[in-house]
């Protein structure tokens, strides 16, 4: 952006009186022009300040005049979820942005799209609202590296989607795309692979030595496998729920149990929640279920249960998936569930029909 000052200046001439005396004037031209030039530079600094701490998304959606998009992010850089507003088929949303970060778009149809935010930049989206994952997304290196992968596993079957997964971060390990696709794939998924996600995270962590997300996913797919089926129910800090009662490892230590997480703003996990209570009725009264939710307001989650009143402990810090007892559990999605008998856990990360199964079978 560049800025034109322009000054004119003319000198007439004028008679003078007789024996009037000549005064000298300075002109005031150069110190204006210093201001001006000061103040445009003081401008133009600020709009770059402002505009390199932010990062804006874009975009126009075919087959879609108006509605609303979710916007969250696993790693708490958003604080609970965000809306986007779609009017005339076309959005906009922008964010403070200091450092690079993964957050998610969720759809009316709950697909879910990837969107890696860095400051300073913009990225489009273009589509139809009709082929979600014909979606294409340009604008930055990282972006269109994702777009390029769903483009490639369109049409795949879940097992060649986890092998092309698992190729791409191999030949990508220095790549963000990487991490989230491990933790898509292999870690946050109804079937988990702990032993190739132990080898795929090395492989990043080679790539990306310095990458505090890297170590801390590292830990807890290590927590994740030592709390797989067969195992003990790991010590886990005590947990309050929203009535003040206290959840300790010694409150599951007998009988049937469920921890479930699961936030308002996830349609599975919700309906999980519906069901499960459906099903209490039926079953021994020293089943037990802790529900923790991984919503950023518990106010949200207080309205919800208005509406769907549950009969069981209830757990919102805040924190997410920041929650220090999620990590020591190896809890990392919603809905996401570990089921226990008398202190041993006998499944992980059961779909709801599986999960009916075993409680019943218990």
């Known amino acids: 952006m560049g800025f034109r000052i322009l000054m004119s200046h003319t000198l007439a001439q004028s008679q003078r009186q007789p024996h009037q005396p000549r005064c000298r004037r300075h002109s005031p031209a150069p110190r204006l022009s210093a201001v001006v030039l000061m103040l445009a530079a003081l401008w ?15 975009g126009r959606m075919l087959q879609m005049n108006s509605g609303e998009f979710y916007v969250y992010s696993d790693d708490g850089d958003i604080d609970g979820f965000d809306t986007i507003k779609v009017q005339g088929g076309r959005f906009a ?36 609202a009709s082929h979600l994952k014909a979606l294409k997304i340009k604008g930055s290196k990282t972006n269109e590296l994702m777009s390029a992968f769903r483009e490639h596993v369109a049409n795949a079957s879940p097992p060649e989607t986890k092998q092309f997964a698992a ?47 890297v170590s801390r996913l590292e830990q807890q797919i290590r927590m994740m496998q030592q709390t797989s089926a067969g195992q003990r ?95 020591q559990l190896g809890l990392l999605v919603t809905p996401g569930n570990i089921v226990v008998k008398d202190g041993r856990i006998v499944a992980r990360d059961l779909s709801m029909i599986d999960l009916s199964s075993k409680i019943a079978s218990l």
């Not at 133009?44 to 874009?58: Q, T, V």
């Not at 709950?110 to 860095?118: K, R």
């Not at 010590?235 to 007998?254: C, E, R, V």
């Open 93 to 128: 949303y922008e964010i403070p942005c200091e450092h690079p970060f993964t957050f998610t778009v969720v759809f009316p149809n709950y697909s879910q799209l990837p969107i890696f935010a860095e400051p300073g930049k913009t990225v489009e989206v273009d589509g139809d």
């Open 233 to 327: 129910l790991p010590n886990f800090a005590p947990m309050t729920d929203i009535n003040g009662n206290t959840i300790t490892p010694a409150t599951l230590s007998k009988g049937v149990a469920v921890i479930l997480v699961w936030a308002v703003w996830d349609y599975n996990s919700t309906d999980m929640l519906r069901q499960l209570r459906n099903q209490q009725t039926n079953l021994h009264k020293d089943f037990k279920v802790v529900a923790i939710s991984v919503d950023a307001s518990k106010k949200d989650v207080k309205n919800f249960l208005q509406m769907n009143p549950v009969p069981w402990n209830i757990v919102c810090t805040g924190e997410m998936f920041e929650m220090r007892q999620l990590h």
């Open 44 to 58: 133009l600094l600020a709009a770059c300040g402002e505009d390199s701490k932010h990062f804006k998304l874009e």
């Open 167 to 213: 190729q791409f971060i191999k030949d990508h390990a220095d790549s963000p795309v990487s991490l989230y696709l491990l933790k898509r794939y292999f870690v946050a998924t109804p079937m988990p692979d702990y032993q190739q996600a132990a080898q795929l995270v090395s492989i990043i962590r080679a790539k990306q030595p310095e990458n505090a997300k």
